[in-house]
């Protein structure tokens, strides 16, 4: 069974920092890129980072870049994501996703529960 | 402000057609970036409902269905059910902002 579990949110204060990961199983993790999406409360969902199945290629969002790294262990099947500086608006869901393709179209496919940071002091 | 927009909110009675149009620009949607779907019910992670403009994963009805025409693209769902209720956000990618974009979001209530 396919499946992807976010761990490591909890409470910082602004400027601190907090990593985030995502455990995955039930498939080939290094074939496929990740994304995180975030979800701040009672709004939509923005787009955070993405890395590359190759883990050289990484790509940030405006609001988070030189703050936030993606980073990934392809042996132990995991993806992580650094935050620092934090600010109160990064408090959020964050969700962990595959980004999988059917030859035609690429779709985020695979959505873990997510897990939540709250950043206040 | 979302890249792609969307409106705050649609409804519709038990059995109706409704859609949800999603509007983008000549760097997203219009450059033939895939647009996907994807529904989200109240506490849970979102889950892929439509993908590559039309397609349906398996599992999800065919009261589902997506198109795309120039800078937008649409959701319709005919024969609508209590379950549905629902937010509902599309996704694409911008070229010139070399990132992934949703819009933000319609909330779907079913009266």
């Known amino acids: 069974q396919v499946q992807v579990v976010e761990s490591g949110g909890g409470v910082v204060q602004p400027g601190g920092s907090l990593r985030l990961s995502c455990g995955t199983s039930?498939?080939?993790?290094?074939?496929?890129?990740m994304h995180w999406v975030r979800q701040a409360p009672g709004k939509g969902l923005e787009w955070v980072a993405f890395?590359?199945?190759?883990?050289?290629?990484?790509y940030y969002a405006d609001s988070v870049k030189g703050r936030f790294t993606i980073s990934r262990d392809n042996p132990k099947n995991t993806l992580y994501l650094q935050m620092s500086s934090l600010r109160a608006e990064d408090t959020a869901i964050y969700y962990c996703t595959t980004y999988n393709n059917d030859g035609s179209s690429y779709y985020m496919d695979v959505w873990g529960k997510g897990t939540t940071v709250t950043v206040s002091s | 402000q979302s890249v792609l927009t969307q409106p705050p909110s649609v409804s519709g009675a038990p059995g109706q057609r409704v859609t949800i149009p999603c509007t983008g620009s000549n760097s997203n949607i219009g450059a033939d970036y895939v647009v996907n779907w994807y529904q989200q019910l109240p506490g849970t992670p979102p889950k892929r409902l439509i993908y590559g403009d039309t397609n349906r994963p398996s599992g999800v009805p065919d009261r589902f269905s997506g198109s795309k025409s120039g800078t937008s693209a649409s959701l319709a769902i005919t024969g609508l059910q209590a379950d549905d209720d629902a937010e509902y956000y599309c996704q694409s990618y911008d070229g010139r902002l070399s990132r992934w974009v949703f819009g933000g979001g319609t909330k779907l209530t079913v009266l």
């Open positions: 039930g498939f080939t993790f290094s074939n496929y890129g």
């Open positions: 890395i590359h199945f190759a883990p050289n290629n990484m």
